[in-house]
């Protein structure tokens, strides 16, 4: 990426333009321990410096993802709440009386309970949601519709993963973070690739240049239809149509 310095200043002019837009405060985003958050984080600090929070949401998480996450906030000096989901998410489980039948159906309500406490916070700070999907992820729906992708912004919506790394050097996040294997933390030893069936380097080839192995440009481009709901309104009935 040309000029990393540039497009962060744009990022973070963005970012206080719509804010503005929007007549609010300052930004609220999720602390996961990952990349994409933590880049999010340093853009956020740049655009509101005293009005930017992260919020840590554990729910039967690892606890290196809480450390990584003070990493962050650390290198940041970001202000930062901590907001254990764990009981909450049990009482969940137990009052739709989950069986374990469908793994996703029950991961999935972890990002949900995530977006509603942003919103909580969002709200009683007249906040906006930043959103820390990226190019990648996006494209392929990667992402828990009403979930993490539940947001007032996507400052990072058009940059694939290895342009995300680009803007963590950039912001001097911790090289642990920007080395480590991309999760989203649903389960116990999960990773962004493995559940994929491919590399985000193969991902971001694809996107970048339309080129990729058949079998993987298949995947990408199955999954991409399949995933077509979750990047747009829901469907609306017209009368006359």
């Known amino acids: 990426m040309e000029n990393v310095k540039k497009v962060c200043n744009e990022l973070v002019d963005w970012l206080k ?8 405060n300052g930004l609220v985003f999720g602390l996961s321990g990952g990349i994409d958050s933590a880049v999010v984080a340093g853009l956020a600090k740049k655009a509101f410096p005293n009005n930017s ?64 406490t942003l919103y909580y916070h969002a709200q009683k700070n007249r906040y906006l949601v930043c959103g820390t999907g990226n190019k990648s992820e996006l494209t392929i729906g ?3 519709k009403f979930g993490d992708s539940g947001v007032d912004l996507l400052p990072i919506a058009d940059f694939v993963k290895y342009e995300v790394r680009e803007l963590a050097k950039y912001l001097n996040i ?15 030893n999960q990773t962004d690739e493995d559940e994929m069936g491919f590399s985000y380097k193969e991902l971001d080839n694809y996107i970048k240049s339309g080129e990729a192995e058949s079998e993987v440009k ?17 469907l609306m009935f017209k009368r006359g149509e």
């Open 142 to 144: 990667y992402f828990t």
């Open 17 to 24: 333009e719509k804010v503005e837009e929007a007549g609010c």
């Open 218 to 234: 298949e995947k990408i481009e199955r999954m991409n239809k399949a995933s077509e709901h979750k990047r747009r309104m829901p």
């Open 53 to 116: 929070l992260g919020i840590i949401m554990p729910a039967h998480s690892n606890e290196q993802d809480e450390e990584h996450a003070r990493l962050v906030v650390e290198a940041l000096d970001l202000d930062v709440k901590k907001v254990d989901l764990t009981d909450v998410f049990d009482k969940f489980i137990e009052a739709v009386n989950d069986d374990g039948s469908n793994r996703l159906a029950t991961s999935n309500i972890k990002p949900r309970l995530r977006m509603t």
């Open 174 to 188: 911790p090289e642990i973070i920007i080395n480590k294997p991309p999760s989203a933390g649903l389960w116990e």
